[in-house]
């Protein structure tokens, strides 16, 4: 799958010549959920299905206003406006209208439940979200899993993974990041940074659960001053160090870990970058649309849940020359940060 055109065509980027508007999904103005849904409605019994309507509508609502129009559907067509989505569209926009449905924690907790339901793990699912999402997210996330799924996500998590990774993984799911502090700790932060190169570049092998517990602990501003003093004793940065110290999993979860502390919106610039090279696309949109949505900045005041502008200005300072091939499916997300 290829990013569309027109997705590319109507990215409001700023590279700082103008103040953004957050968020960028907004409860529109004169909203009616009745008419929305009649709109729905038409488009679904339409020949062929009017997919453009179904875009309209539910990429410019928010995800309260999407639900008053799945109540106001299944009041008018006495039938389930999510299974009629179903029964009308398929692939990757089936997905995300139906993911669009969704608050932030059900998709976040669903997708966490496909990667490791059945034979083997989605490890990368695993690492994309349970080491980007801040403690606030994932207490939500843990809350929503348990409602969906009648489990616990920490025993879910232990029974699918295993060793140092395992550990990882339960230290951030555990939720005991310390919250950011007015007040600047710089022995703290020598100590921590002394601590991670002694447990590390300093000796043969790793003391991997001083890492755990730092970067697991630890406030993000607290840890973007660590690694920059880490810097002082170690010849490596702090992700040279991963890289030179772990592998495999381990190593990709502390990489994650450590791009979002210095600086969450280039990564994600990033990871969208290399989506748009393969088939793994889906996520990407859904990242923007789940951080733009006026729902978030409500549920918890962050500014990471405002960071679309800066997101869009990292993509466009880092990455000039972008895909240019067009999949008519991909129509909707051009909606969702524009």
């Known amino acids: 799958m290829a990013m569309v055109s027109e997705f590319l065509g109507q990215l409001a980027l700023h590279a700082g010549t103008s103040d953004p508007k957050f968020p960028t999904v907004v409860p529109a103005l004169d909203f009616d959920p009745d008419r929305d849904a009649t709109r729905i409605e038409n488009a ?59 608050s932030t ?55 699918d993974t295993s060793g140092n990774f395992c550990k990882l993984l339960l230290a951030l799911v555990q939720t005991k990041r310390a919250d950011p502090s007015s007040i600047v700790d710089y022995e703290k932060i020598d100590t921590d940074a002394r601590a991670l190169y002694d447990a590390g570049v300093k000796i043969k092998g790793t003391d991997v659960t001083t890492w755990i517990s730092i ?32 592998k495999g999993d381990l190593q990709r979860s502390f990489l994650v870990l450590v791009q979002c502390f210095e600086n969450k919106q280039l990564f994600f610039a990033k990871q969208l970058h290399e989506a748009m ?46 895909a240019s091939a067009a999949v008519v499916k991909y129509r909707a997300c051009a909606t969702l940060i524009s």
Not at 230 to 245: G, H, L, W
Request: net charge neutral; with cysteine; proline share 2%.
């Open 44 to 102: 679904i019994k339409t020949k062929g299905v009017d997919e453009q309507t179904i875009i309209d509508v539910l990429t410019k609502r928010t995800y309260p206003q999407r639900r008053e129009i799945a109540f106001a559907y299944e009041r008018r067509a006495k039938k389930d406006m999510i299974s009629a989505l179903k029964g009308a569209l398929s692939g990757p926009l089936e997905t995300v209208m139906l993911g669009l449905m969704k």
């Open 105 to 159: 924690a059900q998709y976040d907790a669903s997708e966490i439940k496909g990667s490791i339901k059945g034979l083997g793990t989605d490890e990368e699912t695993l690492i994309e979200i349970l080491c980007s999402r801040s403690n606030d997210e994932l207490v939500e996330i843990k809350s929503v899993y348990k409602e969906l799924f009648k489990k616990d996500l920490e025993k879910d998590v232990a029974g």
């Open 215 to 246: 970067m697991s602990e630890r406030s993000v501003p607290h840890l973007q001053k660590v690694f920059q003093r880490y810097k002082s004793y170690s010849p490596y940065d702090m992700q040279e160090s991963i890289v030179k110290e772990v």
């Open 277 to 322: 090279k393969v088939a793994t696309v889906i996520f990407f949109f859904f990242f923007f649309f789940l951080i733009t949505d006026e729902r978030s900045t409500s549920a918890c005041e962050s500014a990471i849940l405002l960071q679309d502008h800066r997101i869009q200005s990292w993509q466009k300072l880092s990455y000039n020359s972008v």
